[in-house]
């Protein structure tokens, strides 16, 4: 069985820090990325360089990313303005975020989450417009689908009929998101399974965050339920700004070994990953990055999915010569 890795650190990770990390940096790292197996990058968002300037050279590092033999390039736009400008500068597949929270959702984004569905349907209906070759893909991450630090528990029917109006605007698919790392892993198999019943083949991938220690327990369950791509962050990095509280993502090392471990082939390769790592490490220097894996090394005997068996240790080599 293969599942996707879907890295989001060049977005959701370098969204949550305050330096911002040179271009030509974030050029390196996601061909690095790339280049250790990773076949799906969000490298950025098209929102408004004021609030976030870490992401003002999305358009030039989504150009970039696109030349990139294999890659599956995502980008991040909140509404018809950034999506247009993401298809500008060539995005063919585009993240719209939506809340389940109404109070997140206007921390987030600045409208109500009914406001936020009406423009995924403004965003389709513009997209009808476009030539054939250049309609984006419309995929959805409903955030704060497990619970919010602003407005605390959101009922999961509600969840669930969002997911629904979302489908019906016209969204191609439709993925759960727990940016505040409140799920657990019966509410994951709560969730998912009500999802994948409602929307069959249009449902979404997971994206989980590790703010209180679940993230990969909640991939575990996830998994049981016939999800096959999830969210990560190198290094863990990332949270959400407008969500008190919430801090970073699960690492994509640590969730790439886990995957393969279990025999679940991920075509990534961890030595690769590890030099990527350096890659964030250099360009971000004292920036604190996470991760298991990164400290430790795999164990003895460890193989992929497919049978191959690296050196002991992989993973490892990187972030000791980082500290050395």
């Known amino acids: 069985m293969t599942i996707l890795v879907s890295e989001v650190g060049p977005r959701d990770g370098l969204q949550s820090i305050h330096r911002i990390m040179p271009t030509e940096a974030k050029i390196r790292w ?3 990325l790339a280049a250790a197996g990773l076949r799906e990058i969000e490298v950025g968002s098209f929102v408004n360089p004021k609030k976030l300037p870490q992401m ?9 990313a696109l030349a990139i033999p294999g890659l599956s390039v995502l980008a991040l736009a909140p509404n018809l303005r950034g999506v247009q400008n993401a298809v500008a500068a060539g995005a063919r597949r585009i993240t719209m975020p939506v809340s389940a929270s109404d109070a997140h959702s206007r921390a987030n984004i600045g409208v109500s989450t009914d406001r936020a569905v009406e423009q995924v349907g403004e965003v389709v209906a513009w997209r009808a417009t476009l030539p054939e070759e250049e309609r984006p893909q419309i995929e959805i991450g409903i955030s704060t689908a497990f619970g919010c630090t602003i407005s605390s528990a959101v009922p999961e029917d509600d969840v669930i009929a969002l997911a629904v109006r979302l489908a019906e605007k016209g969204a191609d698919s439709v993925g759960l998101s727990d ?3 409140y799920g657990n892993p019966a ?4 969730l998912f399974s009500r999802l994948r019943a409602e929307l069959g083949e249009r449902a979404g991938g997971a994206h989980f965050h590790n703010t209180r220690g679940q993230g990969l327990a909640n991939v575990v369950a996830a998994l049981e339920v016939g ?12 949270g959400c700004p407008y969500s008190p509280g919430a801090t970073g993502n699960i690492v994509t090392e640590d969730l790439v070994w886990m995957l393969e471990a279990m025999g679940l082939e991920t075509g990534v390769d961890l030595a690769k990953l590890a030099e990527a790592r350096a890659i964030l490490a250099e360009s971000l220097p ?15 005997g460890f193989r992929y999915a497919d049978g191959r068996q690296p ?14």
């Open 30 to 32: 996601i061909r690095a």
């Open 56 to 64: 003002a050279d999305t358009a030039e590092v989504v150009q970039d």
């Open 179 to 181: 940016g505040v790392g």
């Open 187 to 190: 509410q994951v198999k709560r």
């Open 227 to 238: 999800v096959t791509t999830f969210d990560a962050s190198q290094g863990g990095i990332g």
């Open 286 to 300: 004292g920036e604190p990055i996470y991760g298991y894996l990164p400290d430790v090394g795999t164990e003895k």
């Open 311 to 324: 050196p002991e240790g992989t993973g490892r080599l990187a972030a000791q010569e980082i500290c050395a």
